[in-house]
C-alpha cells in the first residue's frame, strides 16, 4: 500500500468533543452591537431597493430598515445593536447577513460574535485540486504533502509524498481515494497501519456527519463495508477526530526509519480541503528525505 509504514507518537492525536455554547458576555454583545452599526452604515439605501430621500441624518440604512428587509421586529433589533442579553437564531442572523451585504467571513464572525454555531454547508465541494493549492502542494518539496477533500479523495500529492508513502489507488468510481487506499490495501495490518487507518476513519466521520445524504458519500461507504472487514467493525464505534498535529515514525523500506512532525490544516481560501504537511523531525530524516526527492 505504501512505501513506508507509519505509526503515530502517543498523545499527537486530540479529538474534539464540542457542546452547546454559552451565552455571550457583555463584552461580546458589545462588539457584535458595534459590528451591526457599522455594517449597516455601510450599506447604501439604494443597494437594497430603497430610494434615498436625502433626508438621512446618518449614511447607510436606518434601523428600521434593516429590521424590515430582515424580517425582525424594531425593537428586537434595536436591542441587538444595544448590546442587550438576546439569543439571535441562525436563521435571523442570516438574515442580517444578506440585508447586511456581509461576505463569506462577516458572516461567520456574526455567528461567532452571537455564539451561534454557522449552519452546515450547503452545495458542493471542489472535486478538483485549485490550481493555487495545487502549486504550494507541489513547491513544499522535499517535504511531503498532500491534499484531500471532504470523502478524503487525493486532489494533490507531491513527489515527496510518493516517495515516502507511495501512491494512492483510486476508490471504484475512479478517484484515487486515501480511505479506500488504506483498507483496501494488501499491506499487513500490523500497529503503525491501525493507527493510521483509525485516524483517517475517524477524520472522515467527522465529514461524513456534516454530508448526510452525500450520494458520493454514501456510495463510499457502500463500497467500504462491502470490501474491507476492518472498515465494518471500526465504522459502528462512531469515533470521531478532527484535528491532526504531531509526530510519525515510518518505517521505509529503503531509507529505515524515519521521523517526520506532521500537521493538517484547512486552507482559508478553500475550508472544505484539507492540506497534510510533514517536515523532518530530525537530521538523518531530513537527509533522507532529500535524497527521496
Do not use: C
Amino acid at each position: 500500500m505504501r512505501a513506508g509504514s507509519a505509526t503515530v507518537g502517543v498523545g499527537t492525536r486530540r479529538a474534539s468533543i464540542v457542546g452547546l455554547a454559552p451565552p455571550p458576555s457583555a463584552a461580546r454583545r458589545s462588539e457584535l452591537a458595534d459590528f451591526l452599526r457599522d455594517r449597516r452604515a455601510r450599506v447604501s439605501p439604494d443597494s437594497v431597493g430603497l430610494l434615498d430621500n436625502g433626508r438621512r441624518r446618518t449614511p447607510g440604512l436606518r434601523r428600521e430598515e434593516v429590521a424590515q428587509l430582515a424580517g425582525v421586529g424594531l425593537s428586537w433589533y434595536t436591542w441587538l445593536e444595544q448590546g442587550r442579553d438576546i439569543k439571535p437564531s441562525a436563521q435571523v442572523l442570516d438574515a442580517l447577513a444578506r440585508v447586511l451585504r456581509l461576505d463569506t467571513a462577516e458572516r461567520a464572525h456574526l455567528f461567532h460574535l452571537a455564539r451561534v454555531e454557522l449552519p452546515l454547508p450547503g452545495g458542493d465541494y471542489p472535486r478538483e485540486a485549485p490550481p493555487e493549492l495545487a502549486v504550494i502542494v507541489d513547491g513544499l518539496v522535499p517535504n511531503p504533502a498532500y491534499l484531500i477533500g471532504p470523502r478524503t479523495d487525493v486532489l494533490a500529492w507531491n513527489r515527496a509524498a510518493a516517495a515516502m508513502l507511495g501512491d494512492p489507488i483510486a476508490a471504484p468510481d475512479g478517484r484515487p481515494n486515501l480511505l479506500w487506499w488504506l483498507f483496501t490495501s494488501r499491506e499487513p495490518r500490523d500497529e503503525q497501519w491501525r493507527a493510521t487507518a483509525r485516524g483517517t476513519l475517524a477524520r472522515f466521520r467527522a465529514e461524513h456527519a456534516r454530508r448526510l445524504g452525500d450520494p458520493d458519500f454514501a456510495a463510499l461507504l457502500d463500497a467500504l463495508e462491502q470490501a474491507s472487514p476492518d472498515f465494518r467493525a471500526w465504522w459502528p464505534r462512531h469515533e470521531v477526530l478532527t484535528e491532526q498535529l504531531g509526530t510519525k515514525t515510518i518505517e521505509h523500506p529503503r531509507l529505515g526509519t524515519l521521523r517526520v512532525h506532521h500537521l493538517q490544516s484547512a486552507p482559508t481560501s478553500h475550508p472544505d480541503l484539507r492540506l497534510t504537511q510533514f517536515v523532518p523531525a530530525d537530521d538523518s530524516t531530513r537527509a533522507a528525505l532529500a535524497r527521496l526527492t
